[in-house]
């Protein structure tokens, strides 16, 4: 019964990885598909956080 649990502990263990590994490639990964690293930098939600409509950066 030990050797049960602690199979279910491994198996369980070994999904949260692949899990973690994969949300981390899905994050990251987009700009290294491409071999350029600044690639995915303007595509961000944040990009224009703080500028005007102008663009120019000056909030308010």
């Given amino acids: 019964m030990l050797g049960l649990g602690w199979t279910a ?3 369980l263990l070994l999904c949260g990885l692949v899990l973690l590994a994969r949300c981390v490639r899905t994050v ?3 700009s290294d598909r ?3 690293p600044d690639a995915g930098a303007e595509a961000g939600p944040h990009r224009d956080a703080g500028a005007d409509s102008a663009g120019t950066g000056t909030a308010g």
């Fill in 9 to 11: 502990s491994g198996a």
């Fill in 28 to 30: 990251h990964g987009r």
């Fill in 34 to 36: 491409d071999g350029d």
